[in-house]
């Protein structure tokens, strides 16, 4: 199960310590012009090694596209990326290639496989989130045609949360905060946490604006299913909230209900979503990412014959998952809305009229 998505359909493949990662994205439209710097840009927002509030691997993450484009242009066909691996440091797991670190996915797939790839979690890694957010750069380039553009920064880092949302200040932060008058309390979380050899969880905000009334497929590929499944399969995700989310199971009808008139909803305490469709407001998701696994304190386990061990890991890691986990949860948002928006042209005769006119 390695691919996402119905009509706008990628599918990633590599590992951690590999020799590269990538993706085939099916179903990508031709005409559409492919900006390499857009998405290069796309791929350094995630990119490791860019600051002390990040893992220390250092990859340049430059990504290459090897099909599907003639002189700057989708031809409609499969398009195909790499990112080559240059910074691995597979030694430093030798020490438990064995073991089952907690909090990671070594017990589960080495239980269900009867195999693993020790080398840095290998397909588990969230370095293959990396081929995601190159595909999610070919989603946004489909979506900026028809003008929907979708924006991510942090929301609550350790348990600070942002009092006032500026996507603006996102740009200019390193750890991609919301509100600049929590940030730094923030950065002293993810430092402290650091400096302690443990990790902090984050909370990252995700808001899609300008799409259309009707995307969605009710009843079993509704929109924030789907946005659910997406922001569950990364790494780390343990919770997804959509508009008042889980705030609205102690609200009153009267209170959560969003009233209409003629110019518009009156408040967006669904987030943008009704009966699994898109009704045209700002679709507002909340992804709460887990303390990143990988700490530096000696934690308690076993082995792949049942002994209890005690698991010491070296390597680089991230502090806080959640920081580079918001541009790869805006880029499966991105995935999401683009193949909606492409189940929809087949949603009723007029659109289908309107292509074969």
């Known amino acids: ?22 993706c085939i994205v099916d179903g990508v439209p031709a005409g559409i012009k492919i900006d390499e710097s857009f998405i290069q840009s796309e791929m350094n927002r995630r990119k490791p090694g860019q600051n002390e509030f990040a893992t220390a691997r250092n990859e340049g993450d430059k990504i290459e596209i090897l099909s599907g484009v003639f002189e700057g242009i989708t031809t409609g066909t499969s398009v195909a990326m790499i990112i080559f691996n240059e910074n691995q ?14 909090g990671h996915a070594d017990f589960t797939y080495f239980n269900k496989y009867g195999t693993r790839d020790y080398r840095g979690g290998g397909r588990s890694s969230a370095r293959e989130t990396a081929a995601r957010v190159a595909a999610g750069a070919i989603a946004k380039l489909l979506l900026q045609e028809v003008g929907i553009s979708i924006q991510s ?31 730094n309390a923030q950065k002293e979380a993810i430092l402290k946490a650091k400096n302690s050899h443990d990790s902090v969880g984050g909370v990252a905000l995700v808001c899609v604006k300008n799409a259309p009334v009707g995307l969605g497929e009710p009843l079993y590929f509704k ?135």
């Open 89 to 102: 440091k597979s030694n430093d797991y030798t020490n438990i290639k064995d073991l089952f670190r907690p």
């Open 223 to 357: 929109l924030d299913s789907q946005i659910a499944n997406a922001m569950m399969s990364i790494n780390a995700v343990k919770g997804v909230e959509i508009g008042e989310g889980f705030a609205s199971a102690s609200l009153l009808g009267s209170q959560n209900n969003d009233e209409i008139r003629s110019n518009g909803f009156k408040s967006n305490h669904s987030g943008g979503i009704l009966g699994g469709i898109s009704n045209g407001d700002d679709i507002n998701v909340k992804v709460y990412f887990k303390p990143t696994p990988s700490i530096f304190i000696k934690q308690e386990t076993i082995d792949k014959n049942n002994h209890d061990v005690e698991c010491a890991l070296k390597g680089r890691h991230d502090p806080c998952v959640a920081v580079r986990g918001s541009v790869v949860a805006e880029s499966m948002m991105a995935l999401v809305i683009a193949d909606m928006l492409l189940l929809n042209m087949s949603s009723n005769i007029e659109n289908i009229k309107k292509v074969y006119k």
């Open 153 to 183: 920064g942090i929301f609550a880092i350790n348990g600070i949360e942002a009092q006032n949302i500026d996507f603006t200040h996102v740009k200019n932060s390193e750890i991609y905060a919301l509100d600049a008058k929590v940030e």
């Open 1 to 22: 199960m390695n691919s996402f998505g119905h009509k706008f359909k990628f599918t990633t493949f590599g590992e951690s310590h590999g020799k590269a990662l990538g």
